[in-house]
């Protein structure tokens, strides 16, 4: 059995499918919602999905082990960060290389790194006059939305388009994909 880490300091639509798309899997289960605000809706998720959540702060996540050695009594295989605005540590990158994947709702290396997130970026995408934006999921290294890509999806940017109405498009990509990629890549993965 392969377990899974959700990441996520947000609404969790996200997380709510990968959940939802893992239910009864033979091979591959999500055991763990890790979250850095305690506000979050994702935390309703874990709760009616009766899944155990470890609430990480700023301190110990950056300057001390990264939680670490919760992962790893919760026997974690792979980290998913689904809407997760932090930067992972080095400690988690070293200990989990090759098995930390992330979704960016643009196509990378474009409208990607530090504060672009959420609507900042589909703002971005507008504002740049590109004709088409979409998702990258890829995998985690030391620098923000920067690891090897995995898969990307695209949409049409419409003329009329504004940050709300990209966002819905970008999301219903994210939704219908991440969870599939996330299977085929925990199932390559033979470590
Ligand atoms: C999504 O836009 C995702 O691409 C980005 O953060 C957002 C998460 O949304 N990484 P949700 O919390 O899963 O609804």
Known sequence: MKNLAIFSSGAGSNAARIIEFFHNHPT??????????????VLHIASKNRLPVLLIEKERFFRGDGFLPELENQAIDFLVLAGFLWKIPVSLIRAYSGRIV???????????????????????????????????????????DHGQAIFQARVIVEPGDTPETLAKKVQALEHAHFPRVIEEVVLSNHR
């Open 28 to 41: 591959i289960r999500v055991k763990l919602i890790v979250c850095n605000n305690p506000n979050a809706g």
């Open 102 to 144: 992330n979704i960016h709702p643009a196509l990378l290396p474009g409208f990607g790194g530090k504060g672009m997130y959420g609507r900042h970026v589909h703002e971005a995408v507008i504002a740049a006059g590109e004709k088409e934006s979409g998702i990258t999921i890829h995998y985690v290294d030391e620098l923000y």
